[in-house]
């Protein structure tokens, strides 16, 4: 199938969180979308048919989304969808996020990070795209030396695990890679904690097993499916002890895509630049978990246990960047990403599994 080339973007790992949010204002905003993905991390759907969250897109917006089920390690089936279509750029979610998990498998977050992204690179340079957008995350900073975190803030330094140091490498990569060729344009998005879901409740995070992160252990304990949250640490210099996070919601971050393709289009100037999206407001644990009660009604039991290793007291961003480079600055409040989740997770108490 040939689609127009100014008009179909690529999204590896398309059917996972982030990516599968970002369908939607692309979609909204006149894209055609492809996604490439090979389900280690997301809800594969029933015999014969796509992905689950694929599915739920189609629902909510109306258009078709071509799918193709494709481990970006396999570099001859990526370069095969790259021969069925004229991509305009590409986005790039697809990888392994778990900090923790990054510790215990390092090697498997190289291989999938990393050489998943060179693999990419490699097929994109062979067919001529060479506009990106990557998925990158505010732990390439490591524990904050200032703050708001501003892009100017140094990268790389005393990072604790394989996750961060993969997301730094590709960084890396990519600047190299744009150096030695002034064809490339790379907009890298170091996102900050990106939660919520659609407001219809009918996309959402998904996480296989126990979450890694706040919200969604939030919302998992306000329906019931766990009976309590722990709070790591509220010994730290905060407003109430607790860690401070900023949180960004998933819809306003998928928006944010969106601005940095239609960026890409039509940048004259080439080359890598990182953008922080974040709100650039940071919040606690507990205004968190206060915030998530008022909106679901419900109590969240929570104790507070020791701090875990690699945390740091407060963490936000400096989003202004953002505003003058890309037009983009984030729209929804604490109260929308709480509402939404909760939407979602009343909905779907045990995510998509069910509907496998
Ligand atoms: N969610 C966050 O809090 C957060 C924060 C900062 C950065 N990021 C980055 O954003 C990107 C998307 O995150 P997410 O939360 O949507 O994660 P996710 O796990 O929900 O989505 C990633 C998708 O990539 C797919 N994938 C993994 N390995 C693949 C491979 N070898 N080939 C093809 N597909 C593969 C998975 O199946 C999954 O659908 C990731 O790169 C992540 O590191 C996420």
């Known amino acids: 199938m040939n689609t127009t080339k ?3 973007v690529l999204l590896t790992g398309g059917a996972g969180y982030v990516g599968s949010h970002t369908i939607i204002p692309l979609i909204e905003s006149g894209y055609e979308v492809v996604v490439l993905d090979n389900l280690s991390n997301a809800c594969k759907g029933l015999e014969g048919q796509k992905p689950v969250p694929i599915t739920k897109v189609e629902e909510l917006t109306g258009k078709e989304v071509t799918f193709y089920n494709v481990d970006l390690l396999n570099s001859n089936s990526v370069s095969e969808v790259f021969d069925k279509h004229d991509f305009c750029c590409v986005i790039h979610f697809a990888g392994l996020k778990a900090v923790g998990e990054s510790c215990h498998i ?12 060179i693999n990419l690179l490699e097929v994109m340079k062979a067919h001529n795209v060479k506009k990106l957008v990557f998925s990158s995350s505010s732990t390439v900073y490591g524990e904050p030396q200032f703050l708001p975190i501003t ?11 394989g996750y961060a140091k993969s997301k730094y490498y590709i960084e890396g990569i990519l600047q190299d890679l744009c150096n030695s060729d002034k064809d490339w344009s790379v907009i890298i998005l170091r996102y900050f904690n990106p939660v919520g879901a659609h407001p219809s409740g009918n996309l959402g995070e998904d996480p296989t097993g126990i979450p890694n992160n706040l919200m969604p252990f939030v919302a998992q304990v306000a329906v019931g499916s766990r009976p309590c949250l722990q709070v790591f640490g509220n010994d730290y210099d905060t407003v109430d002890g607790t860690g401070v996070r900023d949180y960004l ?25 990182a953008i922080n999206l974040g709100t650039g407001n940071g919040y606690s644990v507990l205004q968190v978990i206060d915030m998530f009660s008022q909106v679901s009604g419900r109590k969240i039991p929570y104790e507070i246990v020791g701090r875990r ?7 936000y961003c400096d989003a202004s960047f953002a505003k003058d480079y890309l037009g983009w600055e984030a729209k929804r409040t604490l109260k929308e990403m709480c509402q939404d989740t909760w939407k979602w997770q009343s909905l779907y108490p045990q995510g998509f599994s069910t509907l496998k």
Not at 106 to 117: A, D, Q, W
Not at 151 to 161: D, P, R, T
């Open 151 to 161: 892009e100017a803030h140094s990268v790389g330094n005393n990072l604790l695990n």
């Open 249 to 273: 919601h998933i819809m306003d971050l998928a928006e944010g895509h969106v601005s940095a393709v239609k960026k890409l289009q039509t940048n004259n100037k080439n080359g890598a630049v």
């Open 309 to 315: 290793q690699g945390d740091c007291a407060s963490s």
């Open 106 to 117: 390092p090697l498997t977050y190289y291989r999938v990070n990393v050489s998943g992204s």
């Open 6 to 8: 100014s008009q179909c």
